[in-house]
């Protein structure tokens, strides 16, 4: 079946600096996808978005980047702070056939301080 | 307050009690969706509803059922909670005709 893996479980990145957490889709139709943002003891939050129309969408600090052809995704979050210490995780769906997300397993960000 | 409520929070049974965990949403969204959490798993849809007259079974229904109420609610129930069953479970809903999901504070259930 289709999958939605993440490259690392754990990244643990120093206040202040960038960071990049990864995430591989198995299906090529898919064409919508999200990132989640998952505190301990709260439910997942939407964080952004992206269609496959677009490579690259940007919010508050947050930069989702799509790549098509090796079927990757990415979030970089920009100057990253303690509060941003939480897991999180990518979504993908095909919207064309009322299908469900699907959900990878999951990154750990740790802060240092 | 919260846009999508579960409760209980916690709840800790037995082996072979009926559970049941409630869901309610001041979204006004259609869709509504339960799902199972588990380490290293990330989240399973165990079942769906587009409205008040849906239900839809997901990828892991087997041992739970659901009722929908009405259209801000969706409870899912254990008939015979087993511990496999121990996990953190949430509610979610969507709207209109977007796909984003909004997603509750979870409850986290063991069965003993």
């Known amino acids: 079946g289709e999958s939605v893996g993440l490259h690392l479980p754990t990244l643990s990145v120093q206040e202040g600096d960038n960071s990049i957490i990864n995430c591989a889709y198995s299906?090529?139709?898919?064409?919508?996808f999200i990132w989640y943002k998952q505190e301990s003891g709260k439910g997942p939050q939407f964080i952004i978005d992206i269609r496959s129309n677009m490579d690259k969408r940007q919010g508050q600090r947050v930069t989702v980047l799509l790549n098509k052809t090796v079927k990757h995704l990415s979030l970089q979050i920009a100057a990253t702070q303690p509060g941003d210490s939480a897991v999180y995780f990518c979504?993908?769906?095909?919207?064309?056939?009322?299908?469900?997300?699907?959900f990878g397993t999951g990154t750990q960000l740790k802060v240092e301080l | 307050d919260a846009d999508v409520t579960q409760t209980p929070r916690n709840r800790i049974t037995k082996t072979g009690k009926r559970i049941m965990l409630e869901c309610s949403q001041t979204k006004g969204h259609d869709r509504m969706y339960w799902y199972r959490q588990d380490p290293g798993l990330g989240l399973r849809l165990i079942y769906y509803s587009f409205d008040v007259k849906d239900i839809n079974k997901g990828e892991i229904s087997d041992g739970y059922s659901v009722s929908r109420q009405a259209q801000a609610k969706f409870s899912l129930s254990l008939e015979s909670a087993i511990p496999n069953q121990t996990a953190l479970y949430f509610c979610?809903?969507?709207?209109?005709?977007?796909?984003?999901?909004?997603f509750g504070s979870g409850t986290q259930l063991s069965v003993l």
């Open positions: 299906n090529s139709a898919s064409d919508y």
């Open positions: 979610a809903t969507s709207g209109g005709s977007s796909e984003k999901l909004f």
């Open positions: 979504a993908e769906i095909f919207t064309g056939g009322g299908n469900k997300l699907t």
